[in-house]
T-cell receptor, first 115, second 114 residues
Framework: GAVVSQHPSRVICKSGTSVKIECRSL??????MFWYRQFPKQSLMLMATSNEGSKATYEQGVEKDKFLINHASLTLSTLTVTSAHPEDSSFYIC???????????FGQGTRLTVV | AQSVSQHNHHVILSEAASLELGCNYSYGGTVNLFWYVQYPGQHLQLLLK??????LVKGIKGFEAEFIKSKFSFNLRKPSVQWSDTAEYFCAVNGRSGNTPLVFGKGTRLSVIA
């Protein structure tokens, strides 16, 4: 199946700094990617839909100025957590649908810890 | 509004017991349905999926699920669980058309004891 690669897998940063997470579709082009957030022992919550060449669409309650999304190419979307705070500590997962549009593939996830 | 409801928060079973995890969804339009598994410390893995055709879908590791359209349900089953099935299970749905994201249920934690 299609492969979605996410980097880094783990990151620890100081409060107030910014962190960039990359999501790549390795063997297919993804015009749309999705960013999810998963708190411990909870489900995945959709944060935003990343569209290649246009602005991302954010879900209600997600601060677009805090979670900057850039989808500059058909194989790369980035999520930047700006001015991170401890409450931003979470597991962030990206996803892309395959070219047939039927199945979603997930990155390995990024465990962000803000200290 | 689009939503997925998983009825069981935590299920504890003995090895060899049968498993059924409930999933109901609310979604306008034609849907694709999925079950994902997340083993401790690992990322999501697809167990099985339903797009169309036979409503009884067989997945990996002996899991199966049945789509009952009239009940908006997609319950996951396994005849005999193993200790290695201990994990978090997520039901998810997305729209058949367009690039719609997956909507996840809250998940069901399965603990299998020897």
């Amino acid at each position: 199946g299609a492969v979605v690669s996410q980097h880094p897998s783990r990151v620890i940063c100081k409060s107030g700094t910014s962190v960039k997470i990359e999501c790549r579709s390795l063997d297919f082009q993804a015009t749309t990617m999705f960013w999810y957030r998963q708190f411990p022992k909870q489900s995945l919550m959709l944060m935003a839909t990343s569209n290649e060449g246009s602005k991302a669409t954010y879900e209600q309650g997600v601060e677009k100025d805090k979670f900057l999304i850039n989808h500059a190419s058909l194989t790369l979307s980035t999520l930047t957590v700006t001015s991170a705070h401890p409450e931003d500590s979470s597991f962030y997962i990206c996803s892309a649908r395959d070219p047939t549009g039927t199945e979603a593939f997930f990155g390995q996830g990024t465990r962000l810890t803000v200290v | 509004a689009q939503s997925v409801s998983q009825h069981n928060h935590h299920v504890i079973l003995s090895e060899a017991a049968s498993l059924e995890l409930g999933c109901n969804y609310s979604y306008g339009g034609t849907v694709n349905l999925f079950w994902y598994v997340q083993y401790p410390g690992q990322h999501l893995q697809l167990l099985l999926k339903y797009f169309s055709g036979d409503p009884l879908v067989k997945g990996i590791k002996g899991f199966e699920a049945e789509f009952i359209k009239s009940k908006f349900s997609f319950n996951l089953r396994k005849p005999s669980v193993q200790w290695s099935d201990t994990a978090e299970y997520f039901c998810a749905v997305n729209g058949r058309s367009g690039n719609t994201p997956l909507v996840f249920g809250k998940g069901t934690r399965l603990s299998v004891i020897a």
